[in-house]
């Protein structure tokens, strides 16, 4: 076994196998680049060496630092993680050259499998069904138009060395296939170095369900169960399970059977996975091999009980396999998600800045990965992951519940995340019901996602929550020192609960373990509401039950009243008086500034291009700029039809947020 290890990646994907390096009693080298300098990953390490600047193309992309790290360190083995070097052929024949065991598939697999246009020639060769598309790089726009009609729209347009989301478009037509073919050669250049593309039919409405293969350098190749990925934004995942609430025992056998001849093809060794796509009627197409580990493992892990990790860096230290096809049992049900430092309510766009405040949920069936901690900093130059959250149950229901309450108990400030958003999904409807697609989101949410689609579906859990704390806080003022005898301060049990421009008459009693609070107003289902809690005055986390039922709520003391965050819903709670509620609905609004005839990056990014020129005369969702942030290119468009007053930044501009790009007249 080997003594010590290299991790050629950062982010929670290096603290993860770090976790399993220790457990195994092996030592880590971590590596990284300037920017992340004070990283987690650095500092669970034995070892760290910064090998370049900020920009991934000067230092995690650089197999030549890395191995000059390797001999420096005497590290015996890399694992490359996901992203950045994972799928390199180049890198793998490197390393074998100079005698280090990379923890993966060969050079052959990754060079056929790696690469979406070979993988599909191969896969087709094997009699392995194909989504229909043309299997040649595309060598300019004109033979673009020409297979795209040819194959009829809608049509999608892939990165050959893609993975992510990235280089990837839907066409609907010609016009996006113009627009589109420029911009995914762009940003596979810049992702993967490598900018070819290609084309494939787009099944409407499938499902992405992957299998998880595992094979060793004796032959033994098994397959691990599915994982369902149908939930995605942009092509990138967002939730992950496993297993697929839509797969049944025959379809899982005949799709992990496919998967393992796939692998068994390219002489497959070490952990990889094999994407389909699966129609309504269980029918299902081979659309690429990941020859990695995926970022979803974990829900892998939780119903099978394996890790991957270990997994992994046995088969590659020439360890057979410890269990054949028939010890592959499915346990429980597992859920991921993925937590991004992004805003839901302004179109996902990234946010970066100094987490001042981090609070993971724990608990049974809790696990969080993440490479990050309180006041530790998410980085503009890299993936804007914060964590991602699995909960496990012993079904699908269980799963769920668990992940609606950790995600009610993650406690994240300094940046904007899309935990509001991921706690609207686990709510809806049709995912409770297993009812999923690829075109979940873009369905259930064709106008965006807005704070109207988080309206809490019981605001007396709010009410009462925000009434109790409050006349907490209330006793706790009353009890000070120095009151003059007969003169104390009096609490009274009378309360307004103002819930936006709503007035709540409430009564407050205190009793053993908390707090009874009498809703008396039209629309509350609850009278009396019992909230229970071992919550104490300056807690940001309410624990406990309201009426018998489990609640987790994120709860901050404003200058006047209380923000309240519950499934996904903010609630900004006063508790006045009943002569101050009055009052207070007198009071003026403060109005917002006029921003409506400026164009503002919408997030702290390199400035692309300006499309326009002052003077010009556009129309309303014509393209004006583009902005890259986190590796992803976000095109801005005119919201109206107007004409350019004023260009205030230049391409290659660094951008702080809601910094002025142009100006209308």
Not at 197 to 211: G, L, T, Y
Not at 367 to 395: F, N
Not at 655 to 661: G, S
Request: hydrophobic fraction near 40%.
């Amino acid at each position: 076994m080997f003594k010590k290890i290299l991790i050629a990646n950062r982010g929670e994907i290096a603290c993860r196998v770090i976790k399993t390096a220790k457990k195994m009693g092996i030592k880590t080298v971590a590596v990284y680049s300037e920017a992340d300098r004070d990283a987690l990953h650095v500092l669970q390490a034995d070892e760290a060496y910064c090998i370049g600047p900020a920009a991934s193309s000067e230092s995690y992309l650089r197999a030549d630092k890395i191995i000059e790290v390797i001999k420096q360190s005497k590290a015996e083995a890399v694992h490359p993680g996901y992203g950045f070097l994972s799928e390199n052929a180049a890198f793998c024949r490197q390393l074998k050259r100079a005698g280090i065991a990379f923890i993966g598939p060969n050079e052959l697999a990754i060079k056929a499998m790696g690469d979406k246009i070979e993988s599909k020639k191969l896969a087709e060769k094997a009699g392995v069904t194909t989504v229909p598309g043309y299997t040649e790089a595309l060598k300019d726009y004109k033979e673009a138009h020409k297979v795209a009609n040819d194959i009829g729209y809608p049509v999608m347009l892939k990165a050959s060395a893609g993975g992510g989301g990235k280089g990837m478009r839907v066409c609907e037509n010609d016009a996006d296939l113009k627009e589109a073919f420029v911009s995914a050669v762009r940003e596979a250049k810049s992702s993967f170095g490598d900018d070819r593309v290609f084309i494939e039919k787009f099944i409407v409405n499938p499902r992405h369900i992957e299998i998880q293969v595992m094979a060793d350098s004796f032959g033994n190749t098994l397959y691990l169960g599915e994982r369902e990925c149908s939930i995605q934004r942009r092509h990138q995942k967002v939730i992950e399970e496993a297993p697929s609430p839509f797969i049944d025992a025959e379809t899982r056998k005949a799709m992990g059977e496919e998967a393992v001849a796939l692998a068994k093809a390219v002489k497959y060794v070490s952990a990889g996975t094999v994407e389909f796509i699966v129609d309504q009627d269980k029918n299902f197409y081979f659309l690429e091999m990941n020859t990695r580990l995926q970022v979803e493992h974990p829900v892998t892990e939780l119903v099978t009980g394996l890790d991957l990790v270990e997994l992994m860096i046995r088969v590659a230290a020439g360890e057979k396999l410890p269990l054949g096809q028939d010890d592959v049992k499915l346990d429980g049900w597992a859920i991921e998600s993925r937590v991004y430092a992004e805003d839901p309510f302004r179109n996902f766009l990234p946010s970066i800045g100094r987490l001042t405040r981090y609070r993971a949920p724990v608990g049974e069936g809790v696990r969080v990965d993440t490479g990050v901690y309180e006041g530790g900093e998410i980085s503009m130059h890299y993936d804007p992951m914060i964590a991602k959250l699995i909960t496990y149950g012993a079904d699908r229901d269980l799963a769920i519940k668990a992940m609606r309450q950790a995600l009610d108990g993650y406690y994240i400030r300094g940046v904007q995340h899309n935990i509001a958003f991921l706690s609207a999904l686990m709510n809806r409807p049709r995912f409770v019901e297993g009812r999923l697609s690829t075109g979940f989101i873009a369905e259930e949410y064709p106008d965006g996602f807005h704070a109207s689609d988080v309206v809490h579906d019981d605001p007396s859990i709010l009410v009462a929550v925000a009434a109790a704390m409050h006349y907490a806080y209330q006793v706790r003022a009353a009890g000070i020192s120095g009151q003059h005898s007969g003169h104390e301060r009096d609490v009274t049990n009378e309360w307004s609960v103002m819930l936006g421009k709503k007035i709540v008459p409430v009564s407050v009693v205190q009793v053993d373990g908390g707090h009874d609070v009498d809703i008396r107003a039209r629309g509350f289902t609850k009278a009396t509401v019992e909230v229970r809690s071992s919550w104490t005055l300056g807690e940001t986390v309410f624990e406990g039950t309201v009426n018998g039922q489990d609640v987790i709520i994120q709860a901050e003391r404003m200058a006047v009243g209380y923000r309240l965050l519950h499934a996904g819903s903010q609630a900004d709670i006063r508790v006045l008086s009943a002569q101050g509620a009055e009052l207070y609905l007198l009071m003026p609004e403060k109005q917002a500034p006029d921003t409506s005839k400026l164009l503002m990056s919408p997030m702290p990014g390199l400035l692309l291009s300006v499309s326009v020129e002052a003077g010009q005369e556009v129309k309303a969702g014509e393209e004006l700029a583009v902005v890259e942030a986190m590796k992803m290119e976000n095109v801005l468009r005119a919201t109206q039809d107007g004409t350019i007053k004023d260009i205030a930044a230049k391409p290659g501009d660094s951008l702080a947020v809601d910094q002025v790009i142009l100006s209308f007249d």
